[in-house]
């Protein structure tokens, strides 16, 4: 193995990197929400506010059966004490994806060792997909940081934190949420045959324990739908919350038989890896293979018994979308730092170091030409990405050779860092000026304080969640008012004056055409606020 030319102290360097990580997750505070999740969510905590209910959920006006209860009982939490800010929306959720990262920390120490942990913790906070969440924060940072959470407390025998934590878990995304953490604790028991562990009396105490904990989100549901059958959800009547909670909402998209369906694709998540996992899906799958092909002598199997049968379940399901498999990077993150941590041959040493300083080389190649296709606008932020560069460079010109694994590694990580950093600060900034939803609402607050908006074909969270005023969804027009309206809807209006015409595009779902400055022109629709006579 080769040596580093100058001394160098490696807990040091992660320590400063660890400082980057941790404003990074915290760098999209401030980017306005994207249509239509992260605002949906939003909406859906601000009506527990205005209208001082926090049992039922509702949306336009109407009940809202989809998602459990408990992160929007945070997000309404933060708003009574933040007040209803985009960064006060976003803040629960980064909270509990960095709850997450330290539990994996001690997870990692407590399988393996200290650097492991640290290494772990650091793909952890540049896996992309993961750090894209802290930007359209949905379930998935809430997910990440509670089922790590309880697996943990779990593997310590720490039954009521871990039970806890499983509850929460449970009431965010539903009962499929018990599977990575029954998964994680009941394979490795089951692996190394510990029958005695497996069959222990306190795994009854954590699953009545979770089944209490979880009531408020039962009582909530009951009362909203099950004791009032006459309710029309879904386009039916005799709608039961608790078996949409328990069964339509999880079985019946797994096997596409609910109201909410999709299709599904065995290789779904295998090819999303490749992209979401970035700059680490490589040494992932590599890890895995390795693991695999080691088997007998592994010295634990909770994080790939909880990753590959929660990845498996997911390839399986119909209803399939790429944030889901956010919720085991902890799992996948711990056996990639475990894997790197025990390359020793120069074969392996040389794997690494060319495929990721080629990943580090296409990344860079691929963020200057979405800059030079995109071309945002030039401001001060630029200085942040600039100046974590210099750092950065200082750092790792300084304090490591090149060709040392502590240098690929710290490498890669910067490399993260930094495209992040871009994305975050300057160029989902720029892009949201073409969200008609929030930059009308922006204007409707500065210069028409005060007057509701009705929403005519031409639905908007965004200026739902960002409006200080009313906003209603309308099918008629019939009154004079103001109304947010899209460009075919125009001619459908009565007598009307054109106040503001705003560009819209669904930043959530780029495409080349709209990221390239010269042909943007031509795939943004228009949204209108005009006033009816």
Not at 112 to 129: G, K, M, N, S
Not at 298 to 306: D, K, L, R, T, V
Not at 364 to 389: N, S
Request: glycine content about 6%; aromatic content about 18%; hydrophobic content about 50%.
């Amino acid at each position: 193995m080769l040596t580093t030319r100058y001394p160098i102290n490696e807990k040091q360097v992660w320590q400063l990197f660890i400082v980057l990580l941790v404003l990074l997750q915290f760098s999209a505070l401030f980017v306005p929400l994207l249509e239509p999740d992260a605002t949906l969510y939003a909406v859906v905590a601000k009506n527990m506010v205005l209208r001082h209910d926090y049992w039922n959920l509702f949306v336009d006006g109407r009940d809202w059966l989809d998602k459990p209860h408990f992160p929007f009982w945070v997000t309404a939490l933060s708003f009574q004490i933040f007040g209803m800010h985009t960064w006060s929306y976003k803040l629960p959720g980064i909270l509990f994806l960095m709850t997450g990262a330290w539990y994996t920390f001690r997870f990692a120490r407590e399988l393996y060792d200290e650097q492991t942990a640290r290494w772990a913790v650091c793909i952890l906070l540049t896996a992309e997909h993961l750090v894209l969440s802290n930007n359209d924060v949905r379930a998935e940072p809430y997910l990440t940081g509670l089922i790590i959470a309880a697996v943990f407390h779990f593997y310590k025998k720490q039954v009521l934190p871990g039970a806890l934590f499983l509850a929460a878990a449970v009431m965010t995304k539903g009962i499929f949420a018990i599977v990575p953490v029954g998964a994680a604790i009941g394979g490795h028991l089951l692996i190394t045959r510990n029958w005695k562990e497996l069959f222990h009396w306190r795994w009854l105490v954590a699953a009545v324990l979770t089944l209490l904990f979880i009531t408020p989100e039962l009582w909530s549901l009951y009362q909203q739908f099950d004791a009032h059958p006459e309710k029309v959800v879904f386009g039916s009547t005799g709608v039961s919350g608790i078996r949409f909670f328990f069964w339509d909402s999880q079985f019946g998209r797994f096997m596409n038989t609910g109201p909410i369906r999709g299709e599904g694709d065995p290789f779904f998540f295998f090819h999303t890896l490749q992209w979401a996992f970035l700059p680490w899906s490589v040494m992932l799958y590599a890890g895995m293979v390795v693991f695999i092909g080691r088997w007998k002598s592994q010295p634990e199997y909770y994080c790939i018994a909880g990753a590959l049968v929660t990845f498996g379940l997911f390839s399986l399901s119909r209803f399939q979308l790429p944030h889901y498999i956010n919720i085991i990077f902890p799992f996948f993150s711990i056996i990639t730092a475990r894997y790197i941590l025990g390359l020793h041959t120069e074969k392996g040493l040389k794997f690494f170091r060319i495929t990721q300083y080629t990943i580090i080389i296409l990344v860079a190649i691929l963020a200057v030409v979405i800059d030079l296709l995109y071309r945002p606008a030039m401001h001060l932020l630029w200085l942040i990405p600039v100046g974590v560069l210099i750092i950065l460079y200082k750092v790792l010109h300084n304090w490591l050779n090149k060709t040392t694994r502590e240098a690929v590694f710290y490498r890669s990580v910067a490399m993260g860092i930094l495209l992040n950093f871009y994305l975050f600060t300057i160029l989902y900034p720029d892009m949201m000026q073409y969200q008609s939803g929030s930059t009308a609402a922006k204007y409707i607050n500065e210069q028409l304080p005060g007057q509701p908006v009705c929403m005519y074909q031409a639905h908007s969270y965004s200026l739902e969640f960002y409006s200080d005023a009313p906003v209603s969804v309308c099918d008629t027009v019939v009154a004079p008012g103001l109304y947010f309206t899209a460009a075919e809807s125009l001619k459908q209006l009565p007598p009307h004056h054109i106040i503001k015409e705003f560009p819209q595009f669904w930043v959530s779902k780029l495409d080349l055409p709209f990221v390239r400055k010269a042909t943007r022109e031509g795939v943004l629709q228009k949204r209108y606020l005009v006033e009816v006579f």
